[in-house]
């Protein structure tokens, strides 16, 4: 203890044997200390990194050496400083409102120690019908690409205004500021968005979609219902993936196919539970030809997901009929009906544009506005299938207009 003493009286002094400067023992001396005073303060933080470890065995080893450092945290009541000092800071600046900083949803399953299938349990069942015969595929990306935020023009909203829900990963950001590019000032319409990068139906270990369902639907706490859901979720859902039961998930496989059916089960109850309309939107067309392929499959898996519900209450949209139009291969620029060059896709390949996302909205959304109305006074759907668009004058024009790559 004396010899520990003095060598913490000469770190704080500055006074080392070698002119002023730490030895290295010094060094390791205040990474140990600084470990050890911040650690407990983490709490729950601690098993995140596990989210990232894909070894099992390292995982289990990692974990065992953090859960007693978290207890004891938890025990000495000290674990909710941090979260408590951030928690406060987001309600003082306003960033509480966005979901990039809330973290409510995120690493849950490192958070709680209740089994992950308990989430399941208390999900409505699926309103089903039979089984159709469902089209071919769709896949996964990293959202590497820098983000843009749109702003609405402001709008007073009627009383009779639709509340719609759009949601998903960050290919859902430029489709909704699309929506409120083709939405102008309507006020006829009110969308909230809720967008989380590199999220999707796989990783709940990362960002946990049912739970965020959940309490965005909370009938308790909505001051007015949400007419319809659409959803975008697949771009980072190419990849494997350890189940309830612990058992690794391979892709394109039949335990995939089952369990990541089961995940994308469960978003589509919790929503039909209160919303009576839900939309999924599928996988664009990207410049990366592999890419395109996982996209495929998880397009088809998702089709084939879609196909066991009422189709008078969940819908399959693909986009690739808008862009880049039948038949076409990738575009950067589509010409538009008025013969202007549209810059559809970003940079990166994979991404729209936030002028991308209107030209799609412009056809999707009158489609789904009139669902609605219909809906709304009884009438009965189309006879269309879960990935079908009706050829409108718009998408004639898509299927022969001019491309750009």
């Not at 205040?30 to 050890?36: H, Q």
């Not at 958070?111 to 896949?139: D, F, N």
């Not at 590199?198 to 706490?221: C, E, I, N, Q």
């Not at 996988?283 to 998702?302: C, F």
Request: net charge positive; charged share 20%.
């Amino acid at each position: 203890m004396t010899t520990v003493r003095v060598i913490l009286q000469r770190c704080a002094r500055g006074i080392c044997s070698n002119k002023g400067r730490y030895s290295a023992n010094q060094v390791l001396l205040f990474c140990i200390l600084t470990l050890s005073l911040w650690t407990p303060f983490l709490g729950p933080a601690l098993r995140y990194p596990a989210v990232y470890i894909r070894h099992k065995s390292v995982k289990n080893i990692y974990l065992a050496f953090v859960d007693p450092l978290m207890h004891t945290a938890e025990q000495w009541g000290i674990d909710t400083v941090f979260p408590l000092l951030r928690e406060s800071f987001l309600h003082a600046t306003g960033l509480i409102q966005h979901p990039e900083w809330e973290d409510t949803f995120y690493h849950c399953e490192q958070r709680s120690y209740e089994p992950a299938a308990a989430l399941a349990e208390s999900v409505p069942s699926p309103v089903l019908q039979e089984a159709v015969a469902v089209s071919p595929p769709g896949v996964a990306v990293n959202d590497s690409v820098a983000e843009r935020k749109t702003t609405a023009p402001a709008r007073v909203f009627s009383r009779t205004a639709l509340r719609i829900l759009m949601c998903g990963d960050s290919q859902m950001r430029y489709l909704t500021g699309g929506a409120l590019q083709v939405l102008g000032t309507s006020s006829h319409v009110q969308i909230q968005e809720v967008t989380v990068s590199s999220s999707g139906f796989v990783r709940t270990d990362y960002y946990h979609w049912p739970r965020k369902f959940l309490a965005l639907l909370d009938t308790h706490t909505q001051q007015e219902p949400y007419a319809a859901v659409i959803m975008a979720f697949g771009m980072n859902d190419y990849q494997n993936f350890y189940d309830a039961d612990g058992s690794l998930c391979v892709t394109k496989t039949a335990r995939w196919e089952r369990a990541y059916e089961q995940k994308m089960r469960a978003c589509l109850n919790i929503i039909l539970h209160t919303v009576p309309k839900v939309y999924l939107l599928g996988m664009p067309e990207t410049r990366n030809k592999q890419l395109n392929e996982k996209l495929v499959y998880i397009e088809h898996v998702q089709k084939k997901v879609v196909a066991q519900y009422d189709p008078q209450r969940v819908r399959y949209y693909s986009l690739k009929p808008i862009v880049p139009g039948v038949h076409g291969t990738y575009a950067s620029e589509i010409r538009d009906t008025h013969g202007r060059w549209v810059h559809v896709m970003h940079k990166d390949g994979i991404h729209y544009t936030i002028e991308g996302g209107a030209y799609v909205m412009k056809t999707l959304l009158p489609l789904i506005l009139a669902d609605l109305e219909r809906s709304r006074h009884g009438y009965m759907r189309s006879s269309l299938g879960p990935h079908e668009l009706p050829a409108t004058k718009g998408m004639e024009k898509a299927r022969h207009a001019s491309t750009r790559t």
